[in-house]
């Protein structure tokens, strides 16, 4: 099976973000030259040409962290996730392998978190005030920049990594212990369902936001479970570190337009 897998898996992996990003730094530019610019042109030029550096800046951040914890709890999250009877990610991704244009769109959808943070944070400088476009991207980067300590406590690679076999079943019995495996541990928590989680939040007020988010949110729990990047438990444990990382970006907004000495007292 791993024969099988590893196409698809270096599709699913390395789909090319940049060009896409090139692409809209393009129109942007042109949008410039023809119209001008503006302060909210001026933002959104800012954002989509730091992208892809913060990007690989939190990848990095994942890799460092493998070496500071060699030994990963895989055994112990897969063992979690069998007590349902079943494991989502290796069903998944056994259905997914058999059909092309299932493992193409869901591998798109995998590398565009990127751009959906691109997007959404357009969407609200030409549909929302200002002041709610900033305070969401505290909370994107606070998404990111927080991920990378719970990473260190509880390393968690996924299942492609911990099992060489996946999609396929291990044969035997599944004892939980440690286990030594070089890759990141980015799996608790998953990323990119919390940013899906944030940005189908925060799209819900732009027009189509409703449907184009609760999609994007839809595909990527698909695409990260059946990738094998993820396990269940870490969907699940996502999601109240999405709620944990929006109340605390939405704190730290208060304070910042809360006049000097006065304390906010959340209602």
């Not at 997914?96 to 943070?117: F, G, I, K, R, W």
Request: net charge positive.
């Amino acid at each position: 099976m791993v024969h099988v897998m590893a196409p698809f898996r270096a599709l699913w992996l390395r789909f090319p973000v940049l060009p896409a990003v090139a692409l809209i730094l393009a129109a942007c530019c042109v949008y410039v030259y023809l119209h001008g610019t503006n302060k909210r042109m001026d933002r959104f030029l800012v954002a989509v040409t730091l992208t892809v550096p913060g990007h690989i800046l939190v990848m990095a951040g994942a890799v460092w962290t493998a070496h500071i914890h060699p030994q990963k709890l895989d055994l112990f999250v897969y063992w979690i996730d069998m007590l349902s009877g079943f494991e989502p990610s290796f069903a998944l991704g056994r259905i997914v392998l058999s059909h092309m244009s299932m493992v193409v769109l869901l591998a798109v959808t995998y590398q565009l978190l990127p751009l959906a943070m691109v997007a959404v944070f357009g969407g609200y400088l030409w549909h929302r005030p200002e002041q709610e476009a900033m305070d969401m991207v505290t909370v994107l980067v606070l998404n990111l920049a927080l991920s990378v300590p719970f990473y260190l406590l509880f390393p968690v690679c996924g299942p492609a990594y911990a099992f060489p076999g996946f999609p396929a079943l291990p044969a035997g019995p599944v004892v939980p212990h440690t286990i030594l495996l070089n890759a990141p541990p980015n799996g608790v928590p998953s990323i990119h369902f919390s940013t899906a989680m944030l940005v189908f939040w925060y799209g819900r007020k732009l027009p189509f936001g409703w449907w184009i988010g609760g999609g994007y949110l839809a595909l990527t729990a698909v695409s990260t479970l059946a990738s094998g990047e993820h396990y269940l438990f870490d969907l699940l444990v996502t999601v109240p570190y999405a709620v944990m990382i929006l109340a605390l970006g939405n704190f730290i907004a208060r304070r910042r337009r809360a006049p000097s000495g006065v304390i906010m007292i959340p209602t």
